[in-house]
């Protein structure tokens, strides 16, 4: 992913409200199972790390991203954004 795309996301992104919440149990087969589940309605989510959760927001991220397959747009704070596309006619067009 080019940086003139990671910031197109970015833009995008800005607007929306976090859909999972990592808490105290971290990353957990039900969490991954939980974001899989929300890449189905939506190509890009924002996702919340709770404070109670004692792991580091940027490993968290990276591990969601990694076991959903998806590509980590940002990390802000305790919030972080996945991109995933549609394998059949995506909805957001990135910038080439």
Partial sequence: MTSKQRSYLKG???NIDPIVQVGKGSVTPELIEGVTE???THE???LAVLKN???DPKAVAQTVADRTRS???QVIG???VLYKPYK?????ILPK
Wanted: include cysteine; proline fraction near 4%.
């Fill in 53 to 55: 959760c004692l792991d």
């Fill in 38 to 40: 929300c890449f189905n």
């Fill in 44 to 46: 890009l989510i924002k």
């Fill in 78 to 80: 305790r919030k972080f």
């Fill in 12 to 14: 995008l992104a800005m």
């Fill in 88 to 92: 059949k006619d995506p909805k957001i």
């Fill in 71 to 73: 590509e980590l747009v």
